[in-house]
């Protein structure tokens, strides 16, 4: 079983940056994929960007340019560093890990975290 706990985000006006981490835990297997989804109010939740245990990195095109994630196997933690935030990137974040890109970005068999909190205001 992998454990996952999120940690940064808050508040910040369109233009600024914030960034958010996750400490894994537990099971090795299961995290060759790690990375971050987000759910807006009304939306559906939506993979945001993805990392391989190798350093493999897949975004949506809403956030490439902006986003960046990367990855620290030493002390098994993911980041996702947040730059010029845009109103529409408000949601919950929420760090996942799982085996495959493919199943990672469907949400299949992902271990999730309970999610951190990022509102960008305009």
């Known amino acids: 079983q992998v454990q996952l706990h999120e940690s940064g985000g808050g508040s910040v006006r369109a233009g600024g940056s914030l960034s958010i981490s996750c400490q894994a835990s537990?099971?090795?297997?299961?995290?060759?994929?790690m990375g971050w989804f987000r759910q807006a109010p009304g939306k559906e939740r939506e993979w945001v960007a993805v990392?391989?245990?190798?350093?493999?990195?897949f975004y949506i095109d809403s956030v490439k340019g902006r986003f960046t994630i990367s990855r620290d196997n030493e002390i098994d933690e993911v980041y996702l560093q947040m730059n010029s935030l845009k109103p529409e990137d408000t949601a919950m974040y929420y760090c996942?890990?799982?085996?495959?890109?493919?199943?990672?970005?469907?949400?299949?068999?992902?271990?999730w975290g309970q999610g951190t909190q990022v509102t960008v205001s305009s």
């Open positions: 537990g099971y090795a297997y299961g995290r060759e994929h």
């Open positions: 990392i391989s245990s190798r350093g493999m990195t």
């Open positions: 996942a890990a799982g085996t495959s890109a493919y199943n990672f970005k469907a949400g299949i068999g992902n271990s």
